[in-house]
């Protein structure tokens, strides 16, 4: 497979509640699969990892929804929260930041999406329905990524087969998985289910963590997203 070229065009430290991060932006100069998808990525990075081996890596798809306007349709800000959380507490590890909204469709496919699961579709039909693929995103992008930060090897913190999978065929070397385990609210409780049942997602039906705050109700545990 012929390897992403990407350019390193900027960086800066961020400080965040859990502690400090380098956060690197990678472009690449080749044209976008989608018009809705940017050609931009980000590495936000802790401590040494250059030509280390087992970093814990979370490879993270930009979620509008959730991450900016507290969307509890699903758990994507707890997951990328979790993953920093896990980082600091380690000292070293990385997170792949990929603007790959709505699993790969864009925002605007995502909405449309969003508009047929009121309806009654779940996740994987609201997609099917606007003829999409269930699951658009690609890995060869996070795989340069990691190469040009020189991450050797991974741990990855994921419960998706297809992403390990993904980033394996492009060459990322993954010693072991690491689950994100994250309690379903009443709003995302049907949306991770799915997950679970219809998208082959390595989790319990009912993992142990911490509730999503919900401003109705909270349901008891669920599947969770990736």
Same mark, same amino acid.
């Given at each position: 497979?012929?390897?992403?070229?990407?350019?390193?065009?900027?960086?800066?430290?961020?400080?965040?509640?859990?502690?400090?991060?380098?956060?690197?932006?990678?472009?690449?100069?080749?044209?976008?699969?989608?018009?809705?998808?940017?050609?931009?990525?980000?590495?936000?990075?802790?401590?040494?990892?250059?030509?280390?081996?087992?970093?814990? $890596?979370? $490879?993270?798809?930009?979620?509008?929804?959730?991450?900016?306007?507290?969307?509890?349709?699903?758990?994507?800000?707890?997951?990328?929260?979790?993953?920093?959380?896990?980082?600091?507490?380690?000292?070293?590890?990385?997170?792949?930041?990929?603007?790959?909204?709505?699993?790969?469709?864009?925002?605007?496919?995502?909405?449309?999406?969003?508009?047929?699961?009121?309806?009654?579709?779940?996740?994987?039909?609201?997609?099917?329905?606007?003829?999409?693929?269930?699951?658009?995103?690609?890995?060869?992008?996070?795989?340069?990524?990691?190469?040009?930060?020189?991450?050797?090897?991974?741990?990855?913190?994921?419960?998706?087969?297809?992403?390990?999978?993904?980033?394996?065929?492009?060459? $990322?070397?993954?010693?072991?998985?690491?689950?994100?385990?994250?309690?379903?609210?009443?709003?995302?409780?049907?949306?991770?289910? $799915?997950?679970?049942?219809?998208?082959?997602?390595?989790?319990?039906?009912?993992?142990?963590?911490?509730?999503?705050?919900?401003?109705?109700?909270?349901?008891?545990?669920?599947?969770?997203?990736?």
């Amino acid at each position: 497979m012929k390897a992403k070229t990407l350019h390193q065009v900027a960086e800066a430290t961020l400080p965040t509640e859990h502690g400090s991060f380098d956060l690197v932006l990678f472009r690449s100069d080749e044209p976008a699969a989608h018009p809705g998808l940017s050609n931009e990525h980000l590495a936000l990075v802790m401590g040494d990892v250059a030509q280390k081996r087992g970093v814990p $890596v979370r $490879v993270h798809s930009e979620c509008l929804t959730s991450e900016v306007f507290g969307s509890l349709k699903c758990d994507c800000k707890q997951q990328l929260e979790q993953a920093q959380l896990a980082i600091a507490e380690r000292g070293a590890g990385v997170i792949i930041y990929l603007r790959q909204e709505g699993r790969g469709i864009g925002l605007a496919n995502k909405l449309r999406a969003y508009a047929l699961q009121e309806q009654g579709a779940d996740t994987v039909e609201a997609n099917e329905m606007l003829h999409l693929p269930v699951d658009a995103r690609e890995y060869d992008v996070a795989a340069a990524m990691l190469r040009q930060l020189g991450v050797e090897s991974v741990e990855l913190m994921t419960n998706n087969p297809d992403k390990i999978e993904g980033l394996r065929k492009n060459g $990322v070397v993954i010693e072991k998985r690491i689950p994100v385990l994250v309690q379903a609210n009443r709003h995302s409780k049907q949306y991770l289910d $799915v997950k679970r049942r219809r998208m082959r997602h390595e989790i319990p039906s009912s993992p142990r963590s911490e509730p999503i705050p919900d401003p109705d109700s909270v349901e008891p545990p669920q599947a969770v997203n990736d």
